[in-house]
């Protein structure tokens, strides 16, 4: 149980275009999702935290404009990155919580390239 | 105050050793702390948690060791396997609530056969 989904899993798109990457829930219903960046050899960096039919909570210095996250339903929560730039190439993971529990799933990341 | 400092960065041992990974907080009120293994080009994977009431817990071949004077845990890896090698993250929540998780910066284990 407890499984997350990403779609894609890997993307490369022009500059200047935008990117939809989904998270799904399979068999639970995520009251939380988090979206993370990674970069090579380094730690997860949290960009926002979600609640189902709520806006996004963004950590400090990530752009709302440029990262949009909705979490339109308990099961699906979307991250779209708008006008890409290649210093946007990063490795994206998305985390989804029970409520009342802090025990975070996580999907298996989509790898983003912007040339 | 929100900082898990994690280390060391890297560590090489041989198949069959006992790698450890420490981790400390400095947020005493924190009481949740998972440990994730992640693959290269792969999402985490919660490995085993521990609350600060006690002290230690084992699942298989992995061990959390965890100090709440110190406010310091850690990981151990019995008997490790070359299939052990990967990137291992601690972290430091809240269990009852969905409050976001504080990463430690990783350690990046190879078992060499």
């Known amino acids: 149980g407890a499984v997350v989904s990403q779609h894609p899993s890997r993307v490369i798109c022009k500059s200047g275009t935008s990117v939809k990457i989904e998270c799904r829930s399979l068999?639970?219903?995520?009251?939380?999702m988090f979206w993370y960046r990674q970069f090579p050899k380094k730690s997860l960096m949290l960009m926002a935290t979600?609640?189902?039919?709520?806006?996004?909570?963004?950590e400090q210095g990530v752009e709302k404009d440029k990262f949009l996250i909705n979490h339109a339903s308990l099961t699906l929560s979307t991250l779209t990155v708008t006008s890409a730039h290649p210093e946007d190439s990063s490795f994206y993971i998305c985390?989804?919580?029970?409520?009342?529990?802090?025990?975070?799933?996580f999907g298996p990341g989509t790898r983003l390239t912007v040339l | 105050q929100q900082q898990v400092k994690q280390s060391p960065q890297s560590l090489i041992v041989q198949k069959g050793g006992i790698p450890i990974i420490n981790c400390a907080y400095e947020n005493t009120a924190f009481d949740y702390f998972p440990w994730y293994q992640q693959f290269p080009g792969k999402g985490p994977a919660l490995l085993i948690a521990?609350?600060?009431?006690?002290s230690e817990k084992k699942e298989g071949r992995f061990t959390i060791s965890f100090n709440k004077s110190a406010k310091q845990f850690s990981l151990h890896i019995m008997d490790s396997q070359p299939g052990d090698s990967a990137t291992y993250f601690c972290a430091a929540g809240f269990m009852d609530s969905s409050y976001k998780l504080i990463f430690g910066s990783g350690t990046r284990l190879l078992v060499r056969p």
């Open positions: 985390s989804a919580g029970l409520a009342g529990r802090n025990e975070q799933f």
């Open positions: 068999d639970f219903q995520a009251t939380t």
């Open positions: 979600s609640n189902e039919g709520s806006k996004a909570t963004y």
């Open positions: 521990i609350r600060p009431d006690v």
